[in-house]
Protein backbone atom coordinates (compact mmCIF):
# COMPACT_ATOMS: atom_id res chain seq x y z
CA UNK A 1 0.00 0.00 0.00
CA UNK A 2 1.69 3.54 -1.37
CA UNK A 3 2.91 5.70 2.00
CA UNK A 4 1.38 9.13 -0.60
CA UNK A 5 -2.15 9.28 1.30
CA UNK A 6 -0.83 9.12 5.07
CA UNK A 7 2.07 11.34 4.15
CA UNK A 8 -1.08 13.84 2.94
CA UNK A 9 -3.08 13.26 5.88
CA UNK A 10 0.06 14.32 7.75
CA UNK A 11 0.40 17.56 5.90
CA UNK A 12 -2.85 18.44 6.30
CA UNK A 13 -3.29 18.00 9.69
CA UNK A 14 0.22 19.41 10.99
CA UNK A 15 -0.78 22.85 12.34
CA UNK A 16 2.03 25.03 12.80
CA UNK A 17 3.32 26.75 16.16
CA UNK A 18 2.05 29.89 17.42
CA UNK A 19 4.27 32.17 17.72
CA UNK A 20 4.01 35.82 19.77
CA UNK A 21 4.74 39.46 18.18
CA UNK A 22 8.27 40.37 17.39
CA UNK A 23 9.81 42.16 20.65
CA UNK A 24 6.85 41.91 22.60
CA UNK A 25 9.18 40.98 25.28
CA UNK A 26 12.38 43.09 23.94
CA UNK A 27 15.16 43.24 26.33
CA UNK A 28 13.20 41.08 29.28
CA UNK A 29 16.07 38.28 30.62
CA UNK A 30 14.62 35.07 31.47
CA UNK A 31 15.88 32.40 33.53
CA UNK A 32 13.73 28.71 32.65
CA UNK A 33 14.44 26.32 35.11
CA UNK A 34 12.95 22.40 34.10
CA UNK A 35 12.51 20.55 36.90
CA UNK A 36 14.30 16.99 37.09
CA UNK A 37 17.09 15.55 35.13
CA UNK A 38 18.93 12.18 35.77
CA UNK A 39 15.82 10.37 36.81
CA UNK A 40 16.51 6.75 37.66
CA UNK A 41 12.47 5.37 37.35
CA UNK A 42 10.79 5.55 34.26
CA UNK A 43 7.52 7.55 35.23
CA UNK A 44 10.19 10.32 36.46
CA UNK A 45 11.41 10.65 33.22
CA UNK A 46 8.26 11.40 31.54
CA UNK A 47 8.11 14.23 34.03
CA UNK A 48 11.43 15.35 33.16
CA UNK A 49 11.26 15.54 29.38
CA UNK A 50 8.33 17.29 29.79
CA UNK A 51 9.71 19.67 31.63
CA UNK A 52 12.44 19.95 29.57
CA UNK A 53 10.22 20.19 26.36
CA UNK A 54 8.32 22.44 27.85
CA UNK A 55 11.28 24.53 28.84
CA UNK A 56 12.91 23.96 25.32
CA UNK A 57 9.72 25.48 23.57
CA UNK A 58 8.84 28.50 25.94
CA UNK A 59 12.77 29.91 25.69
CA UNK A 60 12.24 30.37 21.56
CA UNK A 61 8.93 32.02 21.97
CA UNK A 62 10.34 34.46 24.83
CA UNK A 63 13.94 34.46 22.26
CA UNK A 64 11.81 35.52 18.95
CA UNK A 65 9.57 38.07 21.12
CA UNK A 66 12.75 39.75 21.73
CA UNK A 67 13.91 38.41 25.23
CA UNK A 68 16.88 36.70 26.53
CA UNK A 69 16.60 33.23 28.03
CA UNK A 70 18.79 31.21 30.20
CA UNK A 71 18.12 27.26 30.38
CA UNK A 72 19.59 26.07 33.64
CA UNK A 73 19.63 22.47 31.74
CA UNK A 74 19.31 21.52 28.41
CA UNK A 75 19.71 18.07 28.32
CA UNK A 76 18.98 15.28 31.33
CA UNK A 77 21.01 16.25 33.52
CA UNK A 78 19.91 18.25 36.74
CA UNK A 79 20.68 21.49 38.22
CA UNK A 80 23.96 20.54 39.49
CA UNK A 81 23.92 20.38 43.49
CA UNK A 82 25.20 22.13 45.63
CA UNK A 83 25.20 22.45 49.66
CA UNK A 84 23.57 25.69 49.63
CA UNK A 85 20.11 24.12 48.03
CA UNK A 86 18.47 24.09 44.17
CA UNK A 87 16.60 27.84 45.73
CA UNK A 88 19.99 29.32 46.60
CA UNK A 89 21.49 27.50 43.13
CA UNK A 90 18.73 28.98 40.89
CA UNK A 91 19.51 32.54 42.92
CA UNK A 92 22.94 32.73 42.03
CA UNK A 93 22.31 31.90 38.11
CA UNK A 94 19.50 34.51 38.33
CA UNK A 95 21.98 37.02 39.88
CA UNK A 96 24.71 36.06 37.45
CA UNK A 97 22.85 36.57 34.14
CA UNK A 98 21.41 40.00 35.79
CA UNK A 99 17.51 37.86 35.38
CA UNK A 100 14.29 40.13 35.46
CA UNK A 101 12.09 37.29 36.23
CA UNK A 102 12.41 33.46 36.79
CA UNK A 103 9.99 30.52 35.84
CA UNK A 104 10.14 27.30 36.87
CA UNK A 105 8.57 24.30 35.02
CA UNK A 106 7.08 21.23 36.76
CA UNK A 107 4.73 17.92 36.01
CA UNK A 108 3.14 15.96 38.44
CA UNK A 109 0.85 12.62 38.02
CA UNK A 110 -2.92 13.59 38.89
CA UNK A 111 -2.04 16.90 40.80
CA UNK A 112 -4.54 19.64 39.97
CA UNK A 113 -2.26 22.05 38.28
CA UNK A 114 -1.18 24.70 40.12
CA UNK A 115 1.13 27.97 40.42
CA UNK A 116 3.62 29.06 43.29
CA UNK A 117 4.86 32.79 43.72
CA UNK A 118 7.52 34.35 44.96
CA UNK A 119 6.01 35.71 48.55
CA UNK A 120 5.36 39.32 48.74
CA UNK A 121 6.11 40.02 45.38
CA UNK A 122 3.39 41.58 43.66
CA UNK A 123 5.21 40.77 39.90
CA UNK A 124 5.20 37.39 40.71
CA UNK A 125 1.93 36.93 42.15
CA UNK A 126 0.23 38.20 38.67
CA UNK A 127 2.07 35.97 37.03
CA UNK A 128 0.29 33.08 39.00
CA UNK A 129 -2.95 34.86 38.68
CA UNK A 130 -2.72 35.39 34.84
CA UNK A 131 -1.64 31.69 34.74
CA UNK A 132 -4.69 31.09 36.65
CA UNK A 133 -6.88 33.14 34.23
CA UNK A 134 -5.93 31.16 31.81
CA UNK A 135 -6.16 27.60 32.71
CA UNK A 136 -8.41 27.63 35.67
CA UNK A 137 -5.91 26.39 38.25
CA UNK A 138 -4.86 27.77 41.28
CA UNK A 139 -2.32 29.99 42.41
CA UNK A 140 -0.67 29.10 45.84
CA UNK A 141 1.74 31.48 47.91
CA UNK A 142 4.07 32.04 49.52
CA UNK A 143 7.59 30.72 47.97
CA UNK A 144 11.25 31.41 48.73
CA UNK A 145 12.85 34.42 47.07
CA UNK A 146 14.84 34.36 44.44
CA UNK A 147 16.75 37.87 44.46
CA UNK A 148 13.80 38.56 41.21
CA UNK A 149 10.03 37.69 40.61
CA UNK A 150 9.86 34.20 40.00
CA UNK A 151 6.94 31.60 39.45
CA UNK A 152 6.98 27.92 39.57
CA UNK A 153 3.94 26.67 37.60
CA UNK A 154 2.94 22.64 37.88
CA UNK A 155 0.86 20.85 35.15
CA UNK A 156 -0.53 17.48 35.04
CA UNK A 157 1.22 14.45 32.96
CA UNK A 158 -1.28 14.20 29.93
CA UNK A 159 -3.54 10.79 30.21
CA UNK A 160 -3.10 7.85 28.68
CA UNK A 161 -6.31 8.81 27.02
CA UNK A 162 -4.72 11.16 25.10
CA UNK A 163 -4.66 11.21 21.39
CA UNK A 164 -0.98 11.22 19.97
CA UNK A 165 -0.76 13.50 18.16
CA UNK A 166 -1.75 15.35 20.75
CA UNK A 167 0.06 14.49 22.85
CA UNK A 168 3.02 14.92 21.04
CA UNK A 169 2.55 18.60 21.30
CA UNK A 170 1.32 18.73 24.69
CA UNK A 171 4.45 20.58 25.57
CA UNK A 172 4.36 23.01 23.16
CA UNK A 173 0.21 23.85 24.28
CA UNK A 174 1.78 24.55 28.20
CA UNK A 175 4.28 26.64 27.15
CA UNK A 176 1.88 28.73 25.15
CA UNK A 177 -0.10 29.02 28.77
CA UNK A 178 3.29 29.93 30.09
CA UNK A 179 4.47 32.73 27.83
CA UNK A 180 1.09 34.27 27.77
CA UNK A 181 0.70 34.55 31.19
CA UNK A 182 4.18 36.29 31.03
CA UNK A 183 3.72 39.13 28.47
CA UNK A 184 0.50 39.55 30.58
CA UNK A 185 2.72 39.82 33.36
CA UNK A 186 5.53 42.20 31.41
CA UNK A 187 3.15 44.23 29.94
CA UNK A 188 1.53 45.21 33.55
CA UNK A 189 4.66 45.78 35.10
CA UNK A 190 7.41 46.93 32.66
CA UNK A 191 8.40 49.88 35.44
CA UNK A 192 8.57 47.39 38.03
CA UNK A 193 10.98 45.59 36.03
CA UNK A 194 12.86 48.15 35.20
CA UNK A 195 13.93 46.89 31.82
CA UNK A 196 16.38 48.53 29.95
CA UNK A 197 17.69 47.91 26.34
CA UNK A 198 21.03 45.64 26.12
CA UNK A 199 24.06 46.79 24.05
CA UNK A 200 23.82 45.71 20.49
CA UNK A 201 25.75 42.90 19.50
CA UNK A 202 26.88 43.57 15.62
CA UNK A 203 29.08 40.24 16.00
CA UNK A 204 26.58 37.86 16.38
CA UNK A 205 25.97 35.71 13.08
CA UNK A 206 22.34 34.26 12.93
CA UNK A 207 23.10 31.76 10.69
CA UNK A 208 25.23 30.40 13.74
CA UNK A 209 23.65 31.34 16.67
CA UNK A 210 20.78 30.17 18.12
CA UNK A 211 17.94 30.81 16.39
CA UNK A 212 17.90 32.88 13.24
CA UNK A 213 14.28 34.57 13.49
CA UNK A 214 12.52 35.16 10.12
CA UNK A 215 11.77 38.43 12.19
CA UNK A 216 15.06 39.71 12.68
CA UNK A 217 17.28 41.59 9.82
CA UNK A 218 18.25 39.79 7.26
CA UNK A 219 21.57 42.08 6.46
CA UNK A 220 22.60 42.18 10.24
CA UNK A 221 24.90 38.86 9.35
CA UNK A 222 25.83 39.81 6.07
CA UNK A 223 26.78 43.32 7.37
CA UNK A 224 28.35 41.91 10.85
CA UNK A 225 30.41 39.55 8.35
CA UNK A 226 32.03 42.08 5.85
CA UNK A 227 32.80 44.40 9.15
CA UNK A 228 34.71 41.24 10.21
CA UNK A 229 36.70 41.64 7.15
CA UNK A 230 37.34 45.26 6.84
CA UNK A 231 37.10 46.56 10.39
CA UNK A 232 39.18 50.14 9.43
CA UNK A 233 36.70 52.45 8.45
CA UNK A 234 35.58 53.06 5.32
CA UNK A 235 36.80 50.77 2.53
CA UNK A 236 38.89 52.21 -0.55
CA UNK A 237 37.25 52.06 -3.90
CA UNK A 238 40.77 50.63 -5.46
CA UNK A 239 40.80 47.58 -2.96
CA UNK A 240 36.81 46.75 -4.15
CA UNK A 241 38.24 43.33 -5.96
CA UNK A 242 40.22 41.96 -3.32
CA UNK A 243 37.72 42.67 -0.85
CA UNK A 244 35.18 40.61 -2.51
CA UNK A 245 37.45 37.87 -3.85
CA UNK A 246 37.92 37.96 0.01
CA UNK A 247 34.55 37.42 1.44
CA UNK A 248 33.44 34.95 -0.92
CA UNK A 249 37.03 32.80 0.32
CA UNK A 250 35.85 33.59 4.00
CA UNK A 251 32.17 32.95 4.16
CA UNK A 252 31.17 30.43 1.39
CA UNK A 253 30.70 27.10 3.15
CA UNK A 254 32.10 25.44 0.68
CA UNK A 255 33.28 27.14 -3.13
CA UNK A 256 32.47 23.78 -4.61
CA UNK A 257 28.74 23.88 -3.96
CA UNK A 258 27.96 27.08 -4.41
CA UNK A 259 29.06 29.26 -7.89
CA UNK A 260 29.73 32.58 -7.09
CA UNK A 261 32.11 34.72 -9.58
CA UNK A 262 32.43 38.21 -9.13
CA UNK A 263 33.96 40.40 -11.64
CA UNK A 264 34.56 43.89 -10.25
CA UNK A 265 35.39 46.84 -11.92
CA UNK A 266 35.98 50.33 -10.95
CA UNK A 267 35.06 53.63 -12.63
CA UNK A 268 35.59 56.71 -10.56
CA UNK A 269 33.76 56.11 -7.63
CA UNK A 270 31.78 53.86 -8.69
CA UNK A 271 32.23 50.42 -8.11
CA UNK A 272 30.56 47.84 -10.89
CA UNK A 273 29.57 43.82 -9.50
CA UNK A 274 29.45 42.05 -12.27
CA UNK A 275 30.12 38.23 -12.75
CA UNK A 276 27.28 35.38 -11.86
CA UNK A 277 26.17 33.30 -9.65
CA UNK A 278 23.78 30.53 -9.42
CA UNK A 279 21.91 31.71 -5.95
CA UNK A 280 19.38 34.13 -5.77
CA UNK A 281 19.87 34.78 -2.30
CA UNK A 282 23.59 35.55 -3.16
CA UNK A 283 22.86 38.02 -5.86
CA UNK A 284 22.94 41.30 -4.00
CA UNK A 285 25.60 39.65 -1.57
CA UNK A 286 28.91 41.24 -2.68
CA UNK A 287 26.94 44.90 -3.77
CA UNK A 288 25.40 44.45 0.22
CA UNK A 289 28.74 43.85 1.38
CA UNK A 290 30.46 46.51 -0.25
CA UNK A 291 27.76 48.90 1.06
CA UNK A 292 28.21 47.70 4.48
CA UNK A 293 32.11 48.45 4.30
CA UNK A 294 31.59 52.16 3.65
CA UNK A 295 31.52 51.80 -0.32
CA UNK A 296 29.09 54.65 -1.09
CA UNK A 297 28.21 54.36 -5.12
CA UNK A 298 27.92 50.84 -6.14
CA UNK A 299 26.03 49.10 -9.13
CA UNK A 300 25.15 45.78 -9.12
CA UNK A 301 25.17 44.24 -12.41
CA UNK A 302 25.93 40.36 -11.34
CA UNK A 303 23.96 37.42 -13.74
CA UNK A 304 21.85 34.98 -12.15
CA UNK A 305 22.61 31.50 -13.62
CA UNK A 306 21.17 29.60 -15.57
CA UNK A 307 18.34 32.55 -15.81
CA UNK A 308 20.56 35.05 -17.14
CA UNK A 309 22.69 32.68 -19.19
CA UNK A 310 23.79 31.48 -22.64
CA UNK A 311 22.11 28.20 -22.95
CA UNK A 312 19.36 28.88 -25.31
CA UNK A 313 16.74 26.62 -22.95
CA UNK A 314 19.13 24.09 -22.87
CA UNK A 315 19.01 23.50 -19.00
CA UNK A 316 20.20 19.81 -18.67
CA UNK A 317 22.59 17.24 -19.66
CA UNK A 318 24.29 13.76 -19.64
CA UNK A 319 27.78 13.14 -19.65
CA UNK A 320 28.66 11.37 -23.15
CA UNK A 321 32.56 11.18 -22.55
CA UNK A 322 34.31 8.02 -20.38
CA UNK A 323 35.26 10.19 -18.06
CA UNK A 324 35.72 14.26 -18.00
CA UNK A 325 37.11 16.43 -15.92
CA UNK A 326 35.63 20.32 -14.49
CA UNK A 327 37.31 23.34 -14.20
CA UNK A 328 37.11 26.44 -11.77
CA UNK A 329 37.04 28.19 -15.33
CA UNK A 330 36.44 27.93 -19.19
CA UNK A 331 39.98 26.46 -19.57
CA UNK A 332 41.88 23.58 -18.95
CA UNK A 333 44.72 25.05 -17.65
CA UNK A 334 43.02 26.26 -14.47
CA UNK A 335 42.46 24.46 -11.10
CA UNK A 336 40.63 21.06 -11.27
CA UNK A 337 37.62 20.83 -9.69
CA UNK A 338 35.99 17.07 -9.90
CA UNK A 339 35.55 14.51 -12.45
CA UNK A 340 32.60 13.34 -14.55
CA UNK A 341 31.42 9.91 -15.58
CA UNK A 342 29.98 8.48 -18.49
CA UNK A 343 25.70 8.61 -18.25
CA UNK A 344 25.91 10.90 -15.39
CA UNK A 345 23.30 13.10 -14.89
CA UNK A 346 24.13 16.93 -15.27
CA UNK A 347 22.28 20.26 -14.68
CA UNK A 348 23.59 23.21 -16.70
CA UNK A 349 24.08 26.84 -15.95
CA UNK A 350 26.16 28.39 -18.46
CA UNK A 351 27.62 27.76 -22.22
CA UNK A 352 30.39 29.46 -23.47
CA UNK A 353 30.54 28.86 -27.09
CA UNK A 354 33.56 30.85 -27.83
CA UNK A 355 36.46 28.35 -25.94
CA UNK A 356 34.04 25.61 -26.48
CA UNK A 357 33.27 24.90 -22.31
CA UNK A 358 29.54 24.54 -20.49
CA UNK A 359 29.65 25.36 -16.46
CA UNK A 360 27.37 22.81 -14.94
CA UNK A 361 26.34 21.26 -11.54
CA UNK A 362 27.36 17.79 -11.69
CA UNK A 363 26.09 14.32 -9.45
CA UNK A 364 28.51 14.38 -6.71
CA UNK A 365 27.59 18.60 -6.28
CA UNK A 366 30.33 20.29 -7.35
CA UNK A 367 30.13 22.68 -10.25
CA UNK A 368 32.73 23.29 -12.85
CA UNK A 369 33.84 23.88 -16.44
CA UNK A 370 33.61 20.77 -18.94
CA UNK A 371 34.66 20.32 -22.72
CA UNK A 372 31.42 20.95 -24.34
CA UNK A 373 32.54 17.47 -26.24
CA UNK A 374 31.78 15.49 -23.12
CA UNK A 375 28.06 16.93 -22.88
CA UNK A 376 25.17 16.00 -24.65
CA UNK A 377 22.37 18.35 -24.09
CA UNK A 378 18.73 17.23 -23.08
CA UNK A 379 15.32 18.16 -22.75
CA UNK A 380 14.15 18.70 -19.34
CA UNK A 381 10.82 15.71 -20.66
CA UNK A 382 14.71 13.51 -21.14
CA UNK A 383 16.20 13.94 -18.02
CA UNK A 384 13.19 13.38 -16.14
CA UNK A 385 13.13 9.90 -18.20
CA UNK A 386 16.52 9.21 -16.89
CA UNK A 387 16.11 10.88 -13.42
CA UNK A 388 13.11 8.70 -12.61
CA UNK A 389 14.33 5.34 -13.27
CA UNK A 390 16.34 3.30 -11.09
CA UNK A 391 19.79 4.43 -10.77
CA UNK A 392 22.51 0.90 -11.64
CA UNK A 393 26.38 1.54 -10.81
CA UNK A 394 28.34 -0.33 -13.10
CA UNK A 395 30.87 -3.23 -11.06
CA UNK A 396 33.72 -3.24 -13.66
CA UNK A 397 34.77 -1.82 -16.84
CA UNK A 398 32.45 -2.45 -20.16
CA UNK A 399 33.03 -1.51 -23.73
CA UNK A 400 29.80 -0.95 -24.99
CA UNK A 401 30.77 -0.56 -29.14
CA UNK A 402 32.91 2.32 -29.49
CA UNK A 403 32.04 3.40 -25.91
CA UNK A 404 34.32 2.37 -23.19
CA UNK A 405 32.06 2.54 -19.62
CA UNK A 406 34.23 2.42 -16.26
CA UNK A 407 33.37 0.84 -13.23
CA UNK A 408 31.66 2.96 -10.84
CA UNK A 409 29.79 4.87 -13.56
CA UNK A 410 25.96 4.97 -13.04
CA UNK A 411 23.66 5.10 -15.91
CA UNK A 412 19.40 4.14 -15.49
CA UNK A 413 17.59 1.33 -15.89
CA UNK A 414 15.29 0.10 -18.60
CA UNK A 415 14.18 -3.18 -17.18
CA UNK A 416 15.86 -5.92 -15.03
CA UNK A 417 15.55 -10.00 -15.27
CA UNK A 418 17.14 -12.55 -13.26
CA UNK A 419 20.56 -12.89 -15.48
CA UNK A 420 20.48 -9.66 -17.25
CA UNK A 421 20.05 -5.92 -16.55
CA UNK A 422 18.78 -3.82 -19.73
CA UNK A 423 20.58 0.23 -19.35
CA UNK A 424 19.64 3.21 -20.94
CA UNK A 425 22.31 4.55 -23.39
CA UNK A 426 23.26 7.67 -22.67
CA UNK A 427 23.12 8.26 -26.37
CA UNK A 428 20.09 7.08 -27.12
CA UNK A 429 19.24 3.47 -26.87
CA UNK A 430 19.44 0.57 -24.85
CA UNK A 431 22.26 -2.20 -23.97
CA UNK A 432 22.27 -4.94 -22.18
CA UNK A 433 24.32 -6.48 -19.27
CA UNK A 434 24.86 -9.44 -17.31
CA UNK A 435 23.51 -8.78 -13.82
CA UNK A 436 26.48 -9.75 -11.97
CA UNK A 437 28.42 -7.23 -13.51
CA UNK A 438 25.72 -4.11 -12.23
CA UNK A 439 24.15 -3.26 -8.60
CA UNK A 440 20.71 -1.50 -8.90
CA UNK A 441 20.65 1.15 -6.03
CA UNK A 442 16.88 1.43 -5.43
CA UNK A 443 16.23 3.18 -1.66
CA UNK A 444 12.68 3.89 -1.72
CA UNK A 445 11.48 1.98 0.97
CA UNK A 446 14.61 2.92 3.45
CA UNK A 447 13.75 6.69 2.41
CA UNK A 448 10.20 6.99 3.00
CA UNK A 449 10.96 4.62 6.02
CA UNK A 450 13.30 7.93 6.93
CA UNK A 451 10.62 9.90 6.36
CA UNK A 452 8.48 8.35 8.53
CA UNK A 453 11.16 8.20 11.74
CA UNK A 454 11.74 11.97 10.58
CA UNK A 455 7.84 13.02 11.46
CA UNK A 456 8.00 10.94 15.07
CA UNK A 457 9.77 14.08 16.07
CA UNK A 458 7.23 16.75 15.81
CA UNK A 459 6.98 19.46 18.03
CA UNK A 460 10.58 18.24 19.52
CA UNK A 461 11.91 21.78 20.45
CA UNK A 462 14.78 23.29 18.06
CA UNK A 463 17.87 22.77 20.70
CA UNK A 464 21.12 23.90 18.61
CA UNK A 465 24.01 21.54 18.68
CA UNK A 466 21.59 18.39 20.21
CA UNK A 467 20.68 15.12 18.28
CA UNK A 468 18.37 13.07 20.59
CA UNK A 469 14.30 13.28 20.94
CA UNK A 470 14.56 15.57 23.62
CA UNK A 471 15.22 18.35 21.41
CA UNK A 472 17.70 18.47 17.98
CA UNK A 473 18.75 21.07 15.61
CA UNK A 474 18.72 20.71 11.76
CA UNK A 475 21.07 18.57 10.96
CA UNK A 476 20.80 16.56 14.26
CA UNK A 477 17.42 15.71 12.97
CA UNK A 478 19.24 14.43 9.44
CA UNK A 479 21.96 12.63 11.75
CA UNK A 480 19.42 11.12 14.04
CA UNK A 481 17.25 9.87 11.50
CA UNK A 482 20.08 8.19 9.15
CA UNK A 483 22.23 6.85 12.32
CA UNK A 484 18.46 4.75 12.89
CA UNK A 485 19.06 3.13 9.27
CA UNK A 486 23.01 2.37 10.26
CA UNK A 487 24.05 5.12 8.18
CA UNK A 488 26.01 8.15 10.54
CA UNK A 489 26.41 11.14 8.28
CA UNK A 490 28.78 14.34 9.30
CA UNK A 491 27.21 16.34 11.89
CA UNK A 492 26.83 19.66 10.36
CA UNK A 493 24.71 20.78 7.37
CA UNK A 494 27.44 21.85 5.39
CA UNK A 495 29.43 18.81 6.10
CA UNK A 496 26.53 16.95 4.94
CA UNK A 497 25.95 18.56 1.53
CA UNK A 498 28.74 16.74 0.77
CA UNK A 499 27.06 13.17 0.70
CA UNK A 500 24.92 11.86 -1.91
CA UNK A 501 23.42 12.41 -5.24
CA UNK A 502 22.58 16.05 -6.59
CA UNK A 503 18.49 15.27 -7.40
CA UNK A 504 17.38 18.91 -7.16
CA UNK A 505 18.48 22.48 -7.69
CA UNK A 506 17.01 25.96 -6.75
CA UNK A 507 15.31 26.10 -10.39
CA UNK A 508 14.53 22.66 -10.72
CA UNK A 509 12.66 20.63 -7.72
CA UNK A 510 10.53 18.24 -9.85
CA UNK A 511 12.30 15.08 -9.34
CA UNK A 512 12.50 15.81 -5.24
CA UNK A 513 11.77 12.15 -3.60
CA UNK A 514 10.66 11.35 0.06
CA UNK A 515 13.94 11.08 2.03
CA UNK A 516 15.95 13.43 0.00
CA UNK A 517 17.86 15.43 2.04
CA UNK A 518 17.23 19.37 1.20
CA UNK A 519 19.90 22.05 1.99
CA UNK A 520 19.67 25.97 1.99
CA UNK A 521 21.99 28.74 1.56
CA UNK A 522 21.53 32.37 3.56
CA UNK A 523 22.94 35.26 2.62
CA UNK A 524 26.47 35.52 3.66
CA UNK A 525 26.93 32.43 1.47
CA UNK A 526 26.96 29.73 4.14
CA UNK A 527 25.16 26.19 4.29
CA UNK A 528 23.56 26.99 7.61
CA UNK A 529 20.10 24.17 7.32
CA UNK A 530 18.77 21.28 6.69
CA UNK A 531 15.86 19.17 6.24
CA UNK A 532 13.70 15.57 4.62
CA UNK A 533 11.57 15.74 2.19
CA UNK A 534 8.39 14.40 2.65
CA UNK A 535 7.24 14.59 -1.40
CA UNK A 536 8.89 17.40 -4.02
CA UNK A 537 7.29 20.18 -2.39
CA UNK A 538 7.05 19.67 1.52
CA UNK A 539 9.64 18.70 3.89
CA UNK A 540 9.61 18.23 7.76
CA UNK A 541 13.32 19.73 9.45
CA UNK A 542 13.97 21.34 13.23
CA UNK A 543 14.10 24.57 13.03
CA UNK A 544 13.18 27.18 15.69
CA UNK A 545 10.74 26.42 17.86
CA UNK A 546 10.46 23.12 16.69
CA UNK A 547 10.86 20.24 14.48
CA UNK A 548 7.90 21.47 11.80
CA UNK A 549 6.83 21.10 8.17
CA UNK A 550 7.13 23.50 5.78
CA UNK A 551 6.38 23.78 1.71
CA UNK A 552 8.29 25.25 -0.60
CA UNK A 553 5.32 25.57 -3.21
CA UNK A 554 4.29 29.53 -3.40
CA UNK A 555 0.25 29.41 -2.04
CA UNK A 556 0.23 26.78 -0.01
CA UNK A 557 -0.61 26.87 3.53
CA UNK A 558 2.83 25.99 5.15
CA UNK A 559 4.82 27.65 2.21
CA UNK A 560 8.12 29.44 4.09
CA UNK A 561 9.15 32.56 2.19
CA UNK A 562 12.53 32.32 3.59
CA UNK A 563 12.94 28.52 2.68
CA UNK A 564 12.27 28.82 -0.70
CA UNK A 565 13.98 31.86 -1.23
CA UNK A 566 17.30 29.99 0.26
CA UNK A 567 16.85 26.71 -1.10
CA UNK A 568 19.84 25.75 -2.58
CA UNK A 569 19.36 21.55 -3.86
CA UNK A 570 18.62 18.04 -2.59
CA UNK A 571 20.86 15.37 -2.17
CA UNK A 572 20.04 11.51 -2.19
CA UNK A 573 22.24 9.71 0.10
Not at 152 to 165: E, H, L, Q, R, T
Amino acid sequence: MSSKPSMDKVIESFQPAWLPPADELKTLVVVIDPLGGGSAASADRVRDDLALKTGGHLYHLIRRAGGVCVMTRADDRALPATGAGPEKSMADICTRHQADIAITIGFEDGQVPGAVANADDAVSQSFAAALASGSGRQAVHPRGRLGVPGVAAWFGVPADSMPAARRRAFHRECAQELYKALAETVNGHRDALDLTPPEPDEDVDEADSVPNYSNRPAGRTLAAAARRLWPEGDLPVEKAAWFCGLYCRATLSDQTAVYLAPEIKVEGETVIVGGATNMAILRDTLADALRAVGVRQVRNEMKLLPEDGRLDGKRFGVCVAPTALTFEAPSESGPLQTQLLYGELLFLLDHDAARGYYLLHAADGYWGWVRASCVRPISEEEFKQYATAAPAVLLKDVEIGEHRITRGSTLSMARKSESSVLLMHPGGGTFELPAADVRILDGASEAEQRVTRALEFLHTPYVFGAVSSLGLDCSGLVRNVHAQAGVVPPRDAAQQFLNGRLVATRWFADEIRPGDVLFFINRSGKIYHTGIAMNSTHFVHSAPPEVQINSLKEGDRLYSEQRAESFLGAKRW
